[in-house]
């Protein structure tokens, strides 16, 4: 009987687009229902900040190197997740990374959460060569990092590409984008006061790297790597309140 059924719909050519249609509507609808309501999902966090142009810059190069092929950056609301790596991600941390680099491939460690685990050193080392901090490591080596010194007389319009899909930076931080870049990885040049200035006094100023006189890629992708899960403390708050 079904059967036949079936047979009589793909004979009948209009019959059979409109069931499709009808069939992709409630698809569709299941797909965007959700979105309706998205100002009561999204948590606030009023003191979320945005990444500085060095931040950015490493995070470029941390989607130029693929990294995310091997570490997620989202952590799930499972009990073991949350114990390994903290607060579980919410989707307001996530609110200014375009594109956002969540993943779910992980032959690394999720790293959502890593920002002030580990030192500047450690994270040099470990990008160098990362058998010399954790022998068992199947991480590649990314040496060059540290002999490629970084670009930055693009990074203004990296800034406003992002206004342009909603992160608050503002004409001041976009003329300024490759000064602070330089300022925030050598504290004792005059570049360094106008970043903390535009991007609070929280802002990490010093020589990721470990040399203070030149910018190179290392800078960014550790200044990148040190903010992570520190744009807001939404999640721990969360925890907290939940007593967790
Ligand atoms: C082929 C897969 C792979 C790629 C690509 C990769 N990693 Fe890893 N990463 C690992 C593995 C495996 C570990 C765990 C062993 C270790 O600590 O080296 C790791 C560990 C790490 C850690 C330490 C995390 C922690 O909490 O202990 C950091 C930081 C890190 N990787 C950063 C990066 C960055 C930055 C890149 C890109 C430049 C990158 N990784 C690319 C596999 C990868």
């Given at each position: 009987m079904r059967e036949f059924f079936h047979r009589k719909l793909e004979r009948n050519a209009i019959g059979f687009v409109l069931a499709i249609i009808l069939v992709s509507g409630i698809g569709g609808f299941v797909e965007i229902a959700p979105l309706f309501t998205i100002h009561e999902t999204v948590e606030d966090a009023p003191d979320m900040r945005v990444y500085t142009p060095l931040e950015l810059a490493g995070r470029n190069i941390y989607t130029r190197e693929g990294c995310y092929a091997c570490h997620s950056q989202m952590i799930r609301t499972l009990r073991d997740e949350v114990e390994r790596y903290g607060p579980y991600s919410l989707a307001v941390e996530s609110k200014y990374d375009h594109p956002m680099l969540w993943g779910s491939k992980r032959t690394g460690p999720d790293i959502a959460r890593l920002g002030g685990k580990y030192s500047d050193a450690w994270h040099v080392a470990h990008l160098i060569n990362p058998r010399d901090v954790v022998p068992q490591s199947v991480m590649p080596k990314y040496g060059w990092l540290m002999r490629n010194e970084l670009k930055t007389d693009d990074l203004g319009k990296h800034l406003a590409a992002q206004r342009a899909v909603g992160?608050?930076?503002?004409d001041a931080m976009i003329a300024n984008a490759s000064a602070d870049a330089y300022g925030q990885a050598s504290?004792?040049?005059?570049y360094a006061s106008g970043l903390s200035e535009r991007y609070g006094e929280a802002t990490n100023v010093r020589a990721f790297d470990g040399e203070p006189g030149r910018l190179t890629e290392m800078d960014a992708v550790v200044a990148y790597l040190q903010i992570l899960g520190r744009l807001t403390d939404a999640a721990h708050r969360q925890a907290a309140a939940a007593g967790k």
């Open positions: 992160v608050p930076y503002t504290p004792d040049s005059p």
